[in-house]
Structures are given as structure tokens and as C-alpha cells.
Nanobody, 120 residues
Framework: QVQLVESGGGLVQPGGSLRLSCAASGSIFSIDRMTWYRQTPGKPRELVATSTSGGSTTVADSVKGRFTLSRDNAKNTVYLQMNSLKPEDTAVYYC??????????????WGQGTQVTVSS
């Protein structure tokens, strides 16, 4: 079992910044992808940014230039730095990770979600 714990959400004014963190814990052998998604009511979950174990990072066009994804493999943690936030960034942000457990079983895990609200 792998648990993902997210933190850093909250209320911020347009133009402000937030930093989300997602820490993975459990019987982890390796983590392949660590990804942030977001979702608003009535809409499908949207990929925001993803990082692979090889160091490749992809950021959605809607947030490119404003959001930055970084990863600390030693801490099994991924960070999403969100700058120049807009009201349309308001959503519940979810962390996702996949990889392998000790004993060679694959895992896929989701965090519980953290609310980000951008409003004046």
C-alpha cells in the first residue's frame, strides 16, 4: 500500500502563488510517475503536470509558464509551484503516483485531494 498525502492548498487572490506538496509513503521500491490532476464540478479530471523517474516533466498548456513541477526522489515527494494564479485555476488538486512496491508488485495511488480557490 502506498499513501499519498497532499498539502498546501487554500484561498489565494488572483495573481498570487501557492505551493502544493505530495508525499508518498509505504512499502515503496520505486516510483515511476508522480502527477498532479485537477477537477472542478461537472468536468473531467484534467492533467496539470507530470514527472517521470527519468526526470522528464510535462506541464499542461493551460498552466505552462505559470506552474512548475519539481520532484525530490529521496523524499518521494513532488511539488507544484503555482504562480500568477487565475480564478479558472480553482479546483480540487489530486496527486497520483505509480511504480513498484517492495516484492515487485505494481501500485497506483491517488491522494485525497486539496482545494485551491483563487478569488478576490
Amino acid at each position: 500500500q502506498v499513501q499519498l498525502v497532499e498539502s498546501g492548498g487554500g484561498l489565494v487572490q488572483p495573481g498570487g502563488s501557492l505551493r502544493l506538496s505530495c508525499a508518498a509513503s509505504g512499502s515503496i521500491f520505486s516510483i515511476d510517475r508522480m502527477t498532479w490532476y485537477r477537477q472542478t464540478p461537472g468536468k473531467p479530471r484534467e492533467l496539470v503536470a507530470t514527472s517521470t523517474s527519468g526526470g522528464s516533466t510535462t506541464v499542461a498548456d493551460s498552466v505552462k509558464g505559470r506552474f512548475t513541477l519539481s520532484r525530490d526522489n529521496a523524499k518521494n515527494t513532488v511539488y507544484l509551484q503555482m504562480n500568477s494564479l487565475k480564478p479558472e485555476d480553482t479546483a480540487v488538486y489530486y496527486c497520483y503516483a505509480d511504480g513498484y512496491l517492495l516484492g515487485d508488485s505494481a501500485f497506483r495511488s491517488w491522494g485525497q485531494g486539496t482545494q485551491v480557490t483563487v478569488s478576490s
